[in-house]
């Protein structure tokens, strides 16, 4: 059987703290990408419009915010991130025969990526 990846896109703008790292306060304007795979039995894998929707509802959340803020975190990278958004997509699509294939989140400088 054929397996399928359906993906989304959406931007996030986050204040990150790395102290620890050595990184004084900052923001970024964030690209996050999400992808499912599974395999189609109707006529599309997912709606991308759909997903798209989940993603950005997720992102709603942080969107101007202080990233360790709203995780409830010390300190908070592109990985917390990446991770919180895979984390509410497999909640969101668990029992639908789908799993999360990929979440990044790209910045001017670089990018991280999550690969179950």
Known sequence: MTTWE???SSWVNVTLKLKSK???VHGHDVYVTACLRGSRSGLVLFDIEELRVMLE???SRLHYSDL???LKLQEASLEDLVYHVYSKLEEQVKGRGLEVSLV???VPSGTV???P
């Open 6 to 8: 359906v993906c989304a």
């Open 22 to 24: 050595g990184y004084p």
């Open 57 to 59: 509802s997720i992102l």
């Open 68 to 70: 360790a803020e709203s």
């Open 104 to 106: 990044e989140a790209r």
């Open 113 to 115: 990526r999550l690969i």
